[in-house]
């Protein structure tokens, strides 16, 4: 272990590039006439493509049945709209194309999974405009996902579980995942087997087959319980990370990450890269507290060749008197530390 940031002085040339998920794989609103609806309408109240006209309501639970109606019919090209309120239940994509949802300062009570169905796996999901979820999102060998301002956070009164948020995972075959701003506030810890599986607020991994082209504008986590942040992958590019106090939560009953050494999750981070090769991150901040613990940052081992390119990193003081990991063979490279703050 060796408690230091490497500078690095040298030109590099990144390519950040948007993925054209939203020029490529936009539907054609003026086409909603053409659709015809009819076999799904619940309540004629409300115009083509209102969630509430297929019968889910805001404040309101639903069915997994009347779910995957709504489902039939925005693979057919429909976009469906969500309007303000809390939405009790579950949102399960499994092997799906081509879904477009709209969310006016939605909220889910429960959590979503982007998932394969069998060998096919989803593929185009634009979850767009403002979406709260109160428990987990979770992707698997899925691609070409796209979220507009997605917030993950803990009430533990509107939950369906009455838990905390489990978090982010983005887990093995995934690729080209757009989050324009995200942010996971509160995410649980404790020892309770309900958090076996989330060992940090954003995981990203899946042995052999790990995560690609995964883009944030902005990251804000703040109070994860365990790590904050953990990335492995390939050529993901994240503008700015914003990581205020973690690491307090327990470290038993929990799941390993894959690429990780075995019990090393239970030792916590700020922010941990570990095998996350040809990725960039422009801004790193870590604000810690006094609870905070153990690492304010872990760089593991990957390609030196594919570095992990970090241009600014700033810690607080209490971050800057915690020690900092890095592995002989690490690929994460520091350009500049900004001047300190409180």
């Known amino acids: 272990m060796r408690h230091t940031i490497f500078f690095v002085f040298f030109v590099s040339f990144v390519s950040s590039c948007k993925n054209d998920i939203n020029l490529n794989n936009q539907k054609d609103y003026s086409n909603l006439i053409d659709i015809n609806d009819q076999s799904y ?11 509430r006209r297929y019968g889910i309501y805001p404040n309101q639970s639903f069915s997994n049945k009347t779910w995957n109606q709504v489902l039939l019919l925005a693979s057919k090209g429909m976009p469906i709209t969500f309007q303000k309120g809390i939405y009790h239940g579950n949102f399960i994509f499994s092997g799906l194309d081509n879904i477009t949802m709209h969310f006016k300062d939605a909220t889910l009570a429960g959590g979503i999974q982007i998932i394969n169905n069998e060998n096919k796996g989803s593929k185009n999901i634009n979850l767009l405009g403002k979406l709260t979820v109160l428990d987990k999102v979770f992707i698997k060998q899925s691609q070409s996902i796209k979220f507009d301002n997605l917030s993950i956070v803990s009430d533990t009164i509107h939950n369906i579980y009455q838990k905390q948020n489990r978090g982010l995972s983005i887990y093995a075959g995934s690729k080209k995942i757009n989050i324009d701003t995200l942010k996971i506030i509160d995410t649980g810890g404790s020892s309770d087997s309900f958090y076996k599986y989330s060992a940090s607020a954003l995981q990203v991994h899946g042995y ?5 082209d995964l883009n944030i504008g902005y990251l804000y986590i703040k109070n994860a319980e365990r790590t904050a942040l953990y990335l492995t992958g390939n050529n993901h590019h994240i503008k700015k990370i914003d990581i205020d106090n973690f690491g307090f939560g327990s470290n038993s009953n929990m799941f390993g990450l894959e690429d ?5 999750q239970e030792v916590f981070a700020g922010a941990w890269f ?3 090769n040809d990725c960039t991150v422009d801004t ?3 604000n810690a507290q006094p609870n905070s613990k153990i690492f304010s940052a872990k760089f593991g081992l990957g390609v030196y ?3 992990c390119i970090i241009n600014n990193i700033q810690f607080n003081k209490h971050a800057q008197q915690m020690p900092i990991e890095d592995d002989l063979l690490t690929n994460v490279l520091v350009k ?7």
């Open 284 to 286: 790193l901040v870590i």
């Open 274 to 276: 570990n095998k996350c």
């Open 305 to 307: 060749s594919k570095p």
């Open 208 to 212: 052999n087959n790990n995560p690609e």
């Open 260 to 264: 990780a050494k075995p019990k090393s």
């Open 41 to 51: 309408v619940v309540d004629t109240t409300y115009q083509k493509g209102d969630i």
């Open 336 to 342: 500049r530390v900004l001047n300190d703050y409180y």
